[in-house]
Nanobody
């Protein structure tokens, strides 16, 4: 069983920055692809970013490319999402997700474990 715990959400003004972190239990963390997704009120959950097990390959949604950076620390079993130049449309609950297979994916159905989510609110 893998457990994920997110932290770092909050309220920020337009143009500000936040860093989300996700702590992951499990002895083979470096074998897992990890992703961040978000869900705004009334909308479906959408892909934000993903990273392979080694951290060598990263993937981003077009809407966040150039502003967000996903990274991981395999020694500490953590994955992070640095969010810069935030916009009101980035407001959502952000979820950390784990795929017990070392291939990153943009699809929610490919991830096996999910965190509880953390709220990010960007004021205009």
């Amino acid at each position: 069983q893998v457990q994920l715990v997110e932290s770092g959400g909050g309220l920020v003004e337009t143009g500000g920055s936040l860093r989300l972190s996700c702590a992951v239990s499990g002895r083979t963390f470096s074998n897992y692809a990890m992703g961040w997704f978000r869900q705004a009120p009334g909308k479906e959950r959408e892909f934000v970013a993903a990273v392979t097990g080694s951290g060598s390959s990263t993937y981003y949604a077009d809407s966040v490319k150039g502003r967000f950076t996903i990274s991981r620390d395999n020694a500490r079993n953590t994955v992070s999402l640095q969010m810069n130049a935030l916009k009101p449309e980035d407001t959502a609950v952000y979820y950390c997700a784990c795929r017990t297979y070392n291939v990153a994916s943009r699809r929610t159905q490919d991830y096996h474990y999910w965190g509880q989510g953390t709220q990010v609110t960007v004021s205009s």
